[in-house]
């Protein structure tokens, strides 16, 4: 390292032992306690076990407790003992770390930040903690992380509990883009640049907000961007935040922790592969909100491009590099793609070394990248005569068609007298290849958009099954609650052994109870051999109420009961049953019981081996032993024990006639398509024609693609658009894209004349 551009870099003229100080990295300081150097980097980071850590990320069922007599004992309680029970760690650093935790109160489960014991007595780190929480919890913003309580413990310590995010840090989500590139050559919609310029786009107004109300984060990087599990996105981490009006930045003494890529604190704040460089020099008094963007720049090169502006390397060196404000060249993943200039343009406008050469402010930066987006000049790269054409041409395509086909008609008319017969034909030629590319491309954008509607439903089913798991684990690894009754499907036509509200359903044609799971035993197990787990199965009666009436609409919750149960018993939702088989083989279905057979183990029925063996949801076609139903979609997951033992299979079962309705049905296409779900192997899940039979046939029978020659090419790419013969030598025009969430793939077929226009 050549200190003297070092010393050049970071002036500190009050030491004879500078280049111990520059070799040291650690945080010193004059007589009077002033910070004169650099100080160690924080951030340490422990993770839970996946297991622990996806059952505490699993969104819970609601559960709600009566405040004790008048509230009194309630509140003295409160008193004793923390609102929250601390539950695992998240994450560390060198000043302080984040736990899961419960609220006790509110029954829900939140992040807590809190202090290190070891620094709890440290006057300067105690005032900037409750600063970090005082400036989070005023930046009242969609895309700011919501503070809901401050804590100080008996012993001192100082803690606050914030939303708990599931989701992933903007590093996770890049880093999954990059993956689906190297392994499928393209990111899926969701990851693609436009999906991710849109995350960016939440960024800039989360710190366009905070700055319009003085405050500066200081600390922006793709690590405390975190993006949530429906694309929310939300700025984490402002622990070294400032506010125009607050205190200037203390000497927090030395810490333990020497980290190369993490946040530091003292005489140099932030993280040095994303500061601007008058932060990297350590001029604290000139941060402003042109630093922060200088910082959203640097991610916007990494959204872009895939890779950092300034890579991972020694300290020293990476704080030099980000002084000197120098960048790596561009490297798009994948290679032989050009980033468009626009946005390099941006890119280098929001980095500019001097302040004064950046956006007026972030809202700039943001709108410019919305133009971009919008196909729109931009105020980082003005347009050439030629840009400004083409952008024309792209939002008047109609008046662009429009002179076209004048100097079209010109041109013929010139040249009429000696090829107008030969000219006409090919001409004429030429329009009804342009038309049949346009009427592809509708048709490809048609199926794309109703895939990614159907990845979003699958995806929710998911959701709700996943719910109904978590909720599984916790009842059957805890004792039930006391006096909990027991409905078992044999004794319902006994005095007092049927649910109370069990009655005639106009949609299942039979007697059921909406409030109550109906529990029956496999053949040769004993009630006696089952006795302590019937109670905690027969617990989950409102989990599996909730996620089949959920399948119904998301805010079916909100409906008063009596409606609930009307949708259930008279009208229908989408799942039809859920259900769970365990171990030791009792059946617990809702609502009611599935099927008349006595010798039924759901142990042997094909979705419990399945999901038995895999982690996560499994979808599977099943036969139909069920008295309302045809065939059945089936998707199944294991519930295990906290040693990872398996304890049961959970299941929703979706009727074929609703998802043929819901998914296969193309309102959009205005000719006659067959529509299919295939499996990665290429067999048929379901298909369109099926409709009129779905709701009779009880076995179910995978049948291969008529098709076969298409296989490789499902496998291979993702989405695409092919021509197949069908029968009597007439052309198919066959349309494909790929649904994530299960790896199956979404086909669409029909005639080319129907569907593209006559020759």
Request: glycine content about 8%; some cysteine.
């Amino acid at each position: 390292m050549d200190l003297s551009r070092l010393k050049a870099l970071f002036p500190v003229d009050r030491h004879a032992d500078i280049d111990d100080l520059y070799v040291r990295y650690t945080e010193r300081h004059d007589a009077s306690g002033e910070i004169t150097g650099f100080v160690r980097y924080l951030g340490t980071k422990q993770v839970l076990s996946s297991r622990t850590m996806r059952d505490l990320l699993t969104l819970a069922d609601v559960n709600v407790a009566a405040l004790p007599g008048d509230g009194r004992a309630f509140h003295a309680l409160q008193r004793e003992r923390s609102r929250y029970q601390r539950l695992g760690p998240l994450g560390a650093g060198a000043m302080g770390e984040v736990l899961i935790a419960a609220d006790r109160d509110l029954h829900r489960t939140v992040a807590v930040k809190r202090i290190h014991p070891q620094h709890v007595d440290k006057a300067a780190l105690a005032r900037r903690f409750y600063t970090e929480a005082q400036i989070t919890a005023q930046l009242d913003h969609p895309n700011i992380v919501p503070v809901y309580s401050f804590e100080a413990g008996k012993k001192g310590g100082l803690s606050y509990a914030m939303k708990l995010v599931r989701g992933e840090t903007l590093t996770e989500f890049l880093a999954e883009t990059r993956r689906q590139i190297q392994e499928q050559g393209r990111p899926d919609e969701a990851h693609a640049l436009p999906a991710r310029l849109e995350l960016f786009l939440a960024t800039c107004a989360a710190l366009a907000y905070a700055h319009s109300r003085g405050v500066i984060h200081r600390d922006l990087k793709p690590d405390n961007i975190m993006v949530g599990a429906y694309d929310e996105v939300l700025v984490m981490d402002w622990g070294i935040a400032r506010a125009s009006d607050g205190p200037a930045d203390e000497a927090l003494g030395e810490l333990d922790d020497d980290r190369a890529h993490a946040t530091q604190a003292g005489a140099i704040l932030g993280t040095p592969q994303y500061m601007a460089p008058e932060q990297a020099r350590g001029e604290n008094d000139r941060l402003g909100p042109a630093s922060d963007q200088y910082a959203l720049g640097l991610i916007l090169y990494e959204v872009i491009a895939l890779h950092p502006a300034i890579p991972h390397g020694e300290l020293l060196a990476t704080i030099v590099r980000a002084a000197e404000g120098k960048k790596e060249p561009m490297r798009p993943v994948p290679k032989r793609t050009r980033v468009p200039r626009d946005l390099m343009a941006i890119v280098d406008r929001a980095t500019a070394e001097a302040p004064e050469g950046r956006y007026a402010d972030v809202g700039e930066l943001a709108a410019d990248v919305r133009r971009f987006l919008n196909n729109e000049e931009t105020t980082a790269r003005r347009d050439g005569p030629l840009q400004k054409a083409s952008r024309w041409i792209a939002h008047h395509r109609a008046k662009a068609l429009t002179i076209g086909f004048a100097l079209v008609l010109l041109g013929l008319g010139l040249g009429a007298f000696f090829y107008f017969r030969g000219q006409a034909a090919l001409d004429h030629q030429r329009i009804v290849q342009e038309h049949k590319k346009d009427a592809l491309l509708q048709l490809a954008g048609t199926v794309s958009r109703r895939a990614r509607e159907v990845d979003g439903a699958f995806d929710r089913y998911e959701e709700l099954l996943t719910g109904m798991v978590y909720a599984a684990e916790l009842a059957l690894n805890e004792p039930a609650p006391a006096a909990q009754p027991v409905w078992l499907c044999n004794r319902f036509s006994q005095p007092g052994g049927a649910p109370p509200d069990l009655a005639p359903s106009q949609v299942y044609d039979k007697a059921i109870s909406v409030r109550e799971l109906c529990l029956e035993l496999a053949p040769g197990v004993s009630e006696a051999s089952v006795a302590s787990r019937l109670p905690q199965i027969q617990s989950l009666s409102f989990a599996f109420f909730r996620s089949k009436l959920e399948s119904h609409a998301g805010d079916a919750l909100d409906l008063p009961r009596a409606r609930q149960e009307a949708l259930i018993r008279d009208e229908g939702v989408p799942a039809a049953y859920t259900y769970m088989g365990t171990e030791e083989g009792i059946l617990a279905t809702y609502p009611g019981r599935d099927t008349k057979r006595s010798d039924y183990d759901p142990r042997k029925r094909p979705w419990y081996a399945p999901a038995a063996k895999k982690r996560g949801p499994v979808w599977i076609a099943t036969d139909s032993l069920s008295d309302l139903s045809g065939l059945l979609l089936t998707c199944a997951m294991a519930v295990r024990s906290p040693q990872d033992d398996l304890l049961a299979v959970a299941a929703i079962d979706l009727e074929f006639v609703r998802i043929i309705d819901a998914f296969l049905e193309q309102p959009d296409i205005a000719v006659p398509v067959e529509t299919y779900f295939l499996t990665g192997k290429g067999e048929v899940i379901v298909q369109s024609s099926l409709r009129d039979i779905a709701g009779r046939v009880k076995d179910y029978e995978p049948k291969p693609f008529p098709h076969e020659e298409l296989l490789a090419r499902f496998a291979a790419e993702p989405a695409g658009y092919a021509f197949a013969e069908g029968e009597g030598g007439a052309r198919r025009v066959v349309v494909w894209d790929r649904i994530s969430t299960t790896h199956w793939t979404y086909v669409v077929e029909g005639d080319e004349t129907a569907l593209l226009g006559a020759e």
